[in-house]
């Protein structure tokens, strides 16, 4: 195959459209929309894997696309009813079947490619400055199974040239892809309805949700095998002019499945796993951050410290003695797991995302005397009690002389209900004697560590709880 003949065969096929679609089609989900996937420390521009993640995960709806326009361009000889002249040419099927399969492997491979090369570009000139290999396999393996996708859907349509056969293996792929891939992602661990196994011959993720995940290898070695398989499969399909031919040709394709099914893991434990280099703690003195994190340490760092000296002042030998990222997978709506010994500092807090200066101590003393059991975040929407709780403490800490609000109030009547009684809590925490206040605050700090499901807020103006 030389380069004029492929030149030729990109501009009059309808290659260049499958890599222009999962391009184009992908940023415009990207930029024009203002989803999930902007937001956090999981976004996809925060991190090198979460980047790969997200491309990825749009493969649920690229693949069985990309699959029905491979069958198009497949049906081309049939529809010119060329078939029979180009049988009876002395250049080998294989050769002939190379240069369409080549042209989509390689539109297909640039347009993905320029998708991630456009996220990497974001991640580079980020806050992130943790780069990390294991992205590549994710982006490689999701290159792969466009290129096999849209080979096998070539070769099916050469095998079975009816113009029924394009739309009829979109809906099949995507139906499939459906019904492998439907999760429950609220848990720990993304959780499906198929087995585990038979799952992850999808080729697409679910939704990123915890940065410190990634795939596993077993994963992307499962999954390379059937993806060559599908791909060997399609192309000798393509090639192929005789019946045996076509069904020796469905060989390569089981072959790869039961290959893939033997490696694949079993349990999502085995899948979906913490990535330890972007776990491990980067620690200045007692605060600590993770790896992949650790551009945040500069501005947490003396913010934290000065929070620590805040806390013992206000709890004594009761206080946290240090601020430590919280790396623990928790499921969406749980309760966490807190510790009395560390203020735990979540970057996808509403406290703590794009929080610098003084409102970073403010949100550090907050989580130290009040933490909250439940997430506030742009996933889960804990109690707004706790938010009205951490302001009350924060601002008795910091010694300011009226309630500061850890966030803009809202103007519902839910809010301004609780607002009230935040003010009426402030109120009468500041009419007691200092150590009657300190007493008060002490027992809020003990109740909220064990996420006790009293109302701390009655109980911080006296009343029962």
């Known amino acids: 195959m030389n380069g004029r003949v492929l030149r030729t065969e990109l501009r009059r096929s309808i290659a260049p459209w499958a890599g222009a679609v999962v391009l184009a089609g992908s940023l415009a989900i990207f930029f024009l929309i203002d989803g999930i996937w902007w937001h956090g420390t999981d976004g996809w521009t925060a991190q090198w894997t979460s980047m790969a993640m997200w491309t990825r995960y749009w493969l649920a709806l690229w693949w069985p696309l990309v699959v029905g326009m491979g069958a198009v361009y497949g049906l081309r000889d049939s529809r010119a009813r060329m078939t029979e002249l180009l049988a009876t040419t002395p250049r080998p099927a294989w050769r002939r079947a190379a240069l369409p399969a080549g042209a989509m492997a390689l539109v297909l491979a640039a347009g993905f490619g320029l998708l ?55 809906v099949l792929f995507l139906l499939l892809t459906s019904l492998l891939l439907r999760q429950n992602t609220d848990g720990e661990l993304p959780s499906g309805l198929a087995p585990n196994r038979l799952a992850q011959l999808a080729p697409a993720t679910v939704e990123p949700r915890e940065m410190l995940l990634t795939l596993s290898a077993a994963e992307h070695l499962g999954q390379t095998l059937w993806l060559l398989g599908l791909l060997a499969t399609g192309f000798a399909l393509l090639a192929a002019t005789t019946r045996r031919a076509r069904l020796l040709a469905v060989a390569p ?85 807190l510790s009395a010994d560390a203020v735990l500092v979540d970057f996808d807090e509403h406290l703590f995302a794009g929080t610098t200066g003084t409102a970073l101590t403010r949100a550090l003393v907050a989580q130290g005397l009040a933490p909250s059991c439940f997430g506030h975040n742009s996933r889960e929407s804990g109690p707004l009690q706790d938010v009205a709780l951490q302001s009350i403490v924060a601002s008795w800490a910091l010694g300011d002389p009226h309630l500061e609000p850890l966030e803009q109030k809202a103007t519902d009547r839910y809010s301004l209900d609780i607002w009230a009684q935040a003010d009426t809590a402030w109120q009468k925490l500041t009419a007691l004697s200092p150590a009657d206040q300190r007493s008060r605050i002490a027992e809020v700090h003990a109740s909220a560590l064990s996420c006790a499901k009293d109302d701390q807020l009655q109980a911080l103006a006296g009343g029962a709880s």
């Open 253 to 337: 394709v089981l072959a790869g499945a039961a290959l893939a099914l033997l490696i694949l893991p079993a349990d999502p434990r085995d899948t979906y796993v913490v990535d330890k280099a972007a776990a491990a703690l980067v620690c200045d003195g007692p605060v600590c951050v993770t790896e992949a994190n650790r551009s945040h340490l500069p501005a947490l760092a003396p913010r934290g410290k000065e929070a620590l000296r805040v806390l013992h002042d206000a709890l004594g030998d009761q206080a946290p003695a240090s601020v430590r990222e919280d790396t623990r997978l928790h499921a969406l709506g749980d309760q966490r797991q």
């Open 116 to 170: 991630v090369l456009v996220g990497g570009v974001q991640v580079a000139f980020g806050a992130t400055s943790y780069l990390p290999l294991g992205w590549l396999p994710i982006s490689l393996v999701a290159a792969l199974a466009l290129v096999a996708g849209a080979v096998f859907g070539m070769g099916v349509a050469r095998a079975l040239p009816s113009a029924l056969t394009p739309p009829a293996l979109l």
